[in-house]
């Protein structure tokens, strides 16, 4: 009677079979070895795991989302106490997926989807492959907010008012640079910079960026074939080399002359990233005509404390300004490719067809008839009135259409029925369930073993009813659009459209990854994915002062520190609250300190922060590119420098700007991305190395156990040691005072550790060997038990004993970017299944790039979403 219950209720059935293998199977082994904190009365961390298990599983998914996490990362039980089996963790984690989180390896829960707008990156992306246009979004748009660590992730993705103006001004702004409104104007040749050469009897710096230090003069020959009226525009702007936060007072004057006529004569002082453009009207006859720039030194005597220059950019020629010698407009053949024709009809038929095709590619999918009947109107209007061209009407139309949030928004259908491909396949709702294992003799017929019910899906034979598991593919259009946004940031290409139309896109997902990857856009996955996993975007401004971090490998000084401390105190202080004594005293302090600075002997000026950052997306490329292991990421006896990268890490034998790949030799603390500059400085602070930022980095971007935030008010971390006043102390012995609080150590006892092991690397990222005079230590344990005496056994340790741990961060890390939303336990089963065929290839970034666009998530949908999904009905009426 019982059994026929079970069978005609599978719900009960699915909850009697999850009771039963917790009771047999995982609950004595939460007795044994976790009850002691988390059961029998105790619930420490607010955890009581006994309780748990009796209560509604679906409403605790996130306490025992949290303990499968610290199961698998070995943080749980502590690695001093007594540990189960492989066999049993296995066990947990199983019932965990099965009973908690109710998942189903064959048709995974693919998780939401929320409409995403373009992020400033991808938007900019998308002009350029659309239009050819090199659009400054960074420079026109507020920045994006982030969620989950990057900032295309859809729920974060709002759109303000001041935004949508901006977005509005911006489509006027690109169309008007990119497509032509009249069919002729004036030629015109282009001048680069670097084409104005020294003159013989002049003293020239460079031939493109003219220091303001020294005098310059650089020339040029422009020869025009006919007499007429020219304009000429210049294009210049200042550039500097970042030193610390010192202001450079020196000032240079820059003369522009055309045939020895003086047109431009100005002053230019530190104006760092500053263009500047000047216009001038000139009659020239047919011939040679001169152009000449000379710089002066306006201020020789001033100290020099950035490197100041005046960077040529162009000169541009139009002319002669008459009809007879008009061409056609950059470009116009690209939007205009025919004749435009001369009656109504044909104009309307042309119009349709240019801006359908436009809207298509910028709408990235087909575009229905109304939408297209729209735009031929609205280019109609502005065409048909007088003085207005054809050409300026289909302007107008890709106006709108780049206004348009089927522009600004990632649209996205579902497939049709029926066109569900087998490489996917759906799972059927109905099913028979087996008979229960408790209600069976042990080992009789139509039996299952303890523990095999809850595996079920893995089970041959055994298939359980499925509730809310109509999941939809995404159209092939949607998947073409979140195919090319994972990997190039930007629109598909025509190959991607192609595709889609013909429906052979997902059968060939494979051959598409590859070509893409191939592809030069790819290097947006390792600027945009890598800056912000790796935090390699922030190496441009993080601030470092490089005298305060290099003094800190000196000798301990107490008067200097004392001298040191007394300014600080005076300078903190509002300058109105000051005595006049204290005035006196601060201006001598800071006249001492002046007198005694001497220029440091590292900076982290513009090109050193480049080559660091250039240094960790070439090594993420060419594992990427060349199909390596990712462990490489983590150790590798390799790296990208150019000449001022390996000088800066005591590299020997490398010359010249151009990043390439070098062997390190076998004792090189370098080699993974660990000790990469970007990491080790984006981790520090203004002034010192922080072992607690560089520790929680590895927690959570390589291990994959994030620390929770600090509680508040946090006493400063150089208060642990206030006492100590004959010498400095090291970091190592401030930290240690610190973790005597017991509210600071549960957390600085697992971040310490890793981070302490990467104290030999300064906040320069340069290697150093004490501290104060001392020697530095470093040596740790991981809280999983392991020690090591240095970096380099980290590292091994990390790779030997942790690269399952790796597998499963990098794996989550990037279906974020590629989902752009966050993981949810629904997405627990489709991590490990992409996990196992990341370990299975050897960690090959194939497996793991492959995995993702072939899971569920990348192309599903859930069918509750259906409505939404199909956003075409949603923006179809707000072109």
Not at 336 to 345: D, E, R
Not at 376 to 393: D, S
Request: proline share 7%.
């Amino acid at each position: 009677m019982l059994t026929a219950a079970l069978t005609l209720n599978p719900a009960a059935w699915a909850v009697d079979v999850h009771t039963v293998d917790f009771k047999k199977t995982v609950q004595p082994v939460l007795r044994e070895y976790c009850y002691d904190c988390h059961g029998d009365g105790e619930s420490r961390g607010g955890v009581a795991l006994d309780s748990l298990a009796s209560t509604n599983l679906a409403a605790s998914r996130d306490v025992w989302w949290r303990v499968l996490k610290n199961l698998r990362a070995g943080l749980m039980p502590p690695a001093k106490k007594s540990q189960p089996t492989l066999a049993q963790k296995e066990a947990i984690q199983q019932w965990i997926k099965d009973a908690v989180f109710e998942v189903n390896p064959l048709n995974p829960d693919p998780g939401r989807v929320t409409i995403r707008r373009l992020n400033r990156v991808e938007y900019q992306n998308t002009i350029r492959d659309l239009l050819g246009v090199e659009f400054d979004a960074p420079g026109e748009f507020p920045p994006d907010d982030t969620g989950h660590g990057f900032d295309n992730i859809g729920d974060v993705l709002t759109m303000p008012p001041m935004l949508l103006e901006k977005y509005l001004v911006a489509a006027e702004k690109i169309i008007g640079q990119a497509v032509p409104t009249v069919k002729e104007v004036a030629p015109e040749q282009v001048i680069s910079g670097n084409e104005f050469q020294a003159d013989a009897g002049k003293r020239n710096s460079d031939a493109l960026s003219l220091s303001y230090y020294a005098p310059a003069f650089v020339t040029n020959l422009c020869n025009v074939t006919q007499a007429g009226k020219y304009q000429l525009a210049v294009d210049l702007m200042v550039n500097e080399k970042y030193v610390d936060d010192v202001f450079d007072y020196n000032k240079c004057e820059l003369i522009f002359r055309a045939d020895g006529k003086t047109l431009l004569k100005k002053a230019f002082s530190w104006e760092g990233g500053k263009p500047y453009h000047f216009n001038y009207d000139q009659s020239w006859s047919a011939g040679k005509h001169q152009l000449d720039f000379e710089l002066r030194p306006l201020t020789p005597g001033a100290e020099q404390t950035r490197t100041l220059s005046m960077q040529i950019t162009s000169v541009t020629v139009r002319g002669p300004m008459n009809r007879e010698s008009a061409v056609k407009p950059k470009n116009y053949a690209r939007f205009f490719p025919k004749a435009i024709p001369a009656n109504a009809a044909g104009r309307r038929e042309y119009a349709r067809e240019l801006l359908g095709d436009f809207a298509r590619r910028a709408f990235r999918r087909p575009v229905d008839q109304d939408t297209t009947d729209r735009l031929v109107k609205l280019a109609e209007n502005v065409y048909r009135q007088p003085g207005r061209t054809f050409e300026a009407g289909v302007a107008a139309g890709m106006v709108a259409v780049l206004a348009s949030p089927r522009f600004i928004f990632r649209e996205e259908k579902i497939e049709a029925e029926g066109t569900s491909p087998a490489s996917l396949p759906r799972v059927s709702q109905s099913a028979e369930a087996p008979p229960h294992p408790a209600l069976s003799p042990a080992g009789g017929e139509g039996g299952v073993s303890p523990g095999e019910g809850v595996r079920g899906f893995r089970t041959p034979g055994l298939r359980m009813p499925l509730e809310n598991e109509d999941y939809a593919l995404v159209d092939e259009y949607a998947l073409a659009s979140r195919l090319s946004y994972f990997l190039w940031s930007s629109m598909p290409d025509e190959e991607l459209f192609q595709q889609a139309a013909a429906g052979t896109l997902r059968k060939n997902l494979s051959a598409q990854v590859a070509r893409m990857l191939a592809d030069q856009r790819a290097d947006a996955l390792e600027k945009n994915f890598v800056g912000q996993w790796l935090q390699a975007r922030d190496i441009d401004t993080v601030p470092i002062e490089a005298r305060s971090v290099l003094a800190r490998e000196q000798k301990f000084d107490p008067q200097q520190d004392a001298l040191r401390k007394r300014f600080r105190e005076l300078n903190e202080k509002p300058e109105a609250s000051l005595t006049p004594e204290e005035k006196t005293e601060l201006a001598g302090l800071r006249a001492t300190f002046r007198a005694r600075q001497q220029p440091p002997r590292a900076v982290l000026a513009g090109d050193l922060r480049r080559a660091m950052r250039q240094e960790t997306e070439d090594v993420f490329a060419y594992i990427l590119r060349e199909d390596r292991s990712l462990l490489e990421l983590l150790d590798s006896d390799y790296t990208f420098v150019n000449e001022r990268l390996a000088g800066h890490y005591g590299i020997p034998d490398v010359t010249g700007p151009k990043m390439r790949r070098v062997t390190l030799p076998p004792d090189s603390p370098r080699g993974g991305i660990l000790t990469e500059g970007t990491v080790l400085v984006v981790t520090s602070n203004p002034t010192r190395t922080s072992p607690v930022k560089r520790g929680a980095f590895i927690l959570d971007n390589i291990l994959g156990t994030p620390s929770l935030p600090p509680p508040p008010n946090i006493p400063p971390l150089e208060d642990a040691n206030k006492g100590l006043t004959n010498r400095a102390p090291t970091l190592r012995e401030t930290l240690a005072a610190h973790r005597e609080n017991a509210l600071c150590a549960s957390c600085h006892n697992r971040m310490d550790p890793p981070g302490l092991a990467l104290e030999n690397f300064n906040a320069l990222g340069m290697w150093r060997t004490q501290e104060f005079g001392q020697p530095i230590d470093p040596s740790g344990q991981l809280a999983t038990g392991e020690k090591f005496t240095n970096i380099q056994e980290l590292k091994h340790i990390l790779v030997t004993n942790h690269a399952e741990d790796f597998y499963r961060t990098i794996t989550q890390k990037l279906l974020t970017y590629a989902l752009g939303r966050g993981l949810d336990y629904y997405d627990v089963e489709t991590v490990d299944q992409i996990v196992a065929r990341v370990e299975q290839s050897g960690g090959k970034p194939s497996a793991l790039l492959t995995g993702i666009v072939e899971s569920a998530p990348f192309q599903k949908t859930r069918s509750a979403a259906r409505a939404s999904a199909a956003t075409g009905e949603n923006l179809k009426g707000k072109l």
